[in-house]
């Protein structure tokens, strides 16, 4: 129950939903009957951790548990943290009111390096100390997974424990033993040796870092009895694992409010800038029966008019065409819409087409990622120049009039050819449209260019190469709108500021624990927001820290380079990167894994077992 206290900021806010809780599906629980409360935090704002599908998934799994108790807390936006501060009213979750001081665990989802600062506000808004090693008591055990788990170096000093892989297992596993050590009054570090025994559990205060005369690492040590390197934990059966059955329903619109259906994990493409394709790998579907079931069972426990395929590229689903109508006939009676995104124009059928008109029509999106062939061949897109256009055509042909293409700027081996390129294939698209015979009376076409800057990730094969400084950065995008000749191209792109200081914590070590901390007592927070980012002060803090930033975004590294997240093992072999990367220097590409295994070595942590063979 929320106090009077709580109360009295919501009339003082923009969103007071966002705080009140309460909404359909939420799970309340008699405190005093459950032995176990974790608090789950996503740190960014409501709208946007209620979109994630992996918060909806492990707030369920938790709360089916009759000894546990799952809440949400979510960042509080700028105008409610000032007012909680103002009444030393701390941090709470949404189901009871209580804050994170109260609970056992406290688990952040770290999806994006941007979102750190942010962390680091939640812990102090919560009145838990920032640093591991200031929090002496078993509870609140501080737990951190998401894809910035496989490397999660910059944050080491602030968490307990990371979960590299997937959640719905160790979750629980971790649940247990805690619940153990609490009945047996253990100390923290007699809990954390036992948690480190368990596969697919990383404990950074187990782990010593020491470093060479240059900056570089030259050892990780383990102690306490960890393992010298955690494997990520992957769910083998997809048919098998939990789902939930309902999702809470928002009382105010989020980023993507829709039921959503997973239908498998894993990429078979192999895009060698990709970090998504290699850390969810091996392939592992769902049948289209259990996809089926569960879109339907969650539009009816949630009354959603539009239910969404969840994977890295829903037109790979092996099971798409008995899918399809299977969802269609009972969709489109009940008028649901269902959406796929992560299409490719690779594989995007006529009769996949054909389906799509049978729901009302948004714009389609594709992701040629490079303005050449030449380019697309280096990365491993695995696209051609006919295939976009055709695409283009066909789909102009079904009565669409918009189209959004993702590029990337900065890939490495790139030219202003290449730049060039993406404007040259957006008009390329612009001139399909109007070939077709058949194009609506009075209506034009709209081609959208959203051009990301390339940010070298850990695990792919470009996790050596340098990202373009941002000077380099702005000179593209400035070239890119010279070679745009028409305004049915607009044209956006990503601040070059905020991809370099992703590129930094992407490949940072604990060095800049420091400076994430130092940044955050100077006002960082929201990073991820154009209107809160402050530059200036992370470039203070690194200075403050001795620091160097462009040694993590912009140097080259050298393949016998010891990398801050060696020790943890996602399943791809580094040779199969190696030789990845070497090939990106050539423009050789690598088949996709239907068509040849690539012996990634992914499979290994599936006992062999891969669905893309």
């Not at 900065?410 to 390329?428: C, M, R, S």
Request: hydrophobic residues 35%.
């Amino acid at each position: 129950m929320l106090t009077k206290k709580q109360e009295q900021l919501f009339n003082k806010v923009q969103k007071p939903a966002r705080y009140t809780g309460g909404e359909v599906n939420s799970v309340i629980k008699d405190k005093t009957s459950v032995k176990f409360r974790y608090a789950f935090c996503f740190p960014d704002n409501y709208e946007i951790g209620m979109s994630h599908l992996g918060m909806k998934i492990l707030y369920s799994l938790v709360n089916a548990r009759e000894d546990a108790w799952c809440e949400r807390v979510f960042a509080p936006w700028t105008d409610m943290e000032e007012e909680m501060r103002k009444a030393d009213v701390p941090l709470f979750a949404l189901e009871s009111g209580d804050s994170l001081s109260e609970f056992d665990m406290i688990g952040f989802t770290l999806q994006y390096e941007l979102s750190y600062s942010n962390v680091l506000n939640m812990l102090d808004l919560g009145k838990i100390p920032l640093r591991s090693r200031d929090r002496q008591s078993l509870t609140p055990i501080v737990v951190g997974g998401g894809p910035c788990a496989c490397n999660p170096e910059p944050l080491a000093d602030f968490f307990d424990i990371f979960l590299p892989g997937e959640g719905e297992e160790v979750t629980n596993e971790l649940i247990d033993l805690l619940m153990v050590h609490k009945e047996k009054g253990s100390s923290k570090l007699e809990f954390l040796r036992d948690a480190a025994k368990i596969e697919g559990v990383y404990v950074p205060a187990f782990y010593d870092v020491s470093y060479n005369a240059d900056g570089t690492i030259s050892a990780v040590t383990p102690k306490e009895g960890a393992p010298a390197k955690v494997k990520k934990r992957i769910i083998s059966d997809l048919d098998k694992v939990y789902y939930p059955e309902k999702f809470v329903v928002p009382y105010i619109d989020i980023v993507h409010d829709r039921a959503v259906a997973e239908v498998f994990r894993g990429c078979i493409r192999g895009c060698r800038f990709c970090q998504a394709g290699f850390i969810y790998r091996p392939i592992r579907e769902k049948s289209s029966d259990t996809v089926n079931r569960q879109a339907k069972c969650l539009c009816d426990t949630t009354g959603y008019d539009e239910v969404s395929l969840c994977s890295l590229s829903t037109s790979d689903y092996s099971g798409i065409e008995q899918l399809i109508p299977q969802m269609f006939s009972w969709a489109l009676p009940e008028k649901i819409n269902v959406s796929l995104p992560s299409l490719r124009v690779d594989n995007f059928s006529e009769e996949l087409m054909e389906e799509l008109k049978k729901v009302r029509k948004s714009g389609l999106t594709f992701a040629p990622e490079a303005g050449t062939q030449r380019l697309r061949d280096a990365i491993n897109k695995n696209v051609t120049e006919e295939e976009v256009l055709s695409t283009a055509a066909q789909a102009f042909r079904g009565g669409w009039t918009a189209v959004k293409l993702y590029f990337m700027m900065g890939l490495p081996t790139e030219t202003l050819d290449d730049i060039a390129g993406i404007a040259e294939l957006a008009q390329k698209v612009v001139n399909e449209f109007y070939k077709n015979p058949d194009k609506p009376k009075g209506k034009g076409v709209t081609v959208s260019i959203s051009v990301a800057s390339f940010v070298p990730k850990p695990f792919t094969p470009f996790q050596w190469e340098p990202q373009d400084t941002m000077e380099q950065l702005v000179a593209k995008q400035k070239y890119l709108m010279e070679n745009v000749h028409t305004h049915k191209i607009q044209v956006s792109w990503h601040q070059s500021q905020t991809s370099f200081l992703e590129g930094v914590f992407a490949r940072g070590d604990r060095k800049l624990c420091d400076v994430i901390e130092a940044a955050w007592r100077k006002g960082c927070k929201f990073d991820g927001w154009d209107e809160y980012f402050r530059f200036d002060k992370w470039m203070e803090a690194f200075e403050a820290c001795g620091v160097d930033p462009a040694f993590y975004s912009n140097r080259r590294r050298e393949f016998s380079e010891i990398l801050p997240w060696d020790h943890l093992d996602y399943g791809i072999r580094k040779e199969f990167l190696i030789e990845e990367n070497q090939k990106a220097h050539e423009s050789v590409t690598t088949p996709n894994c239907r068509q040849k295994c690539a012996a990634c070595g992914a499979a290994r942590l599936n006992g062999g077992k891969c669905d893309a063979k």
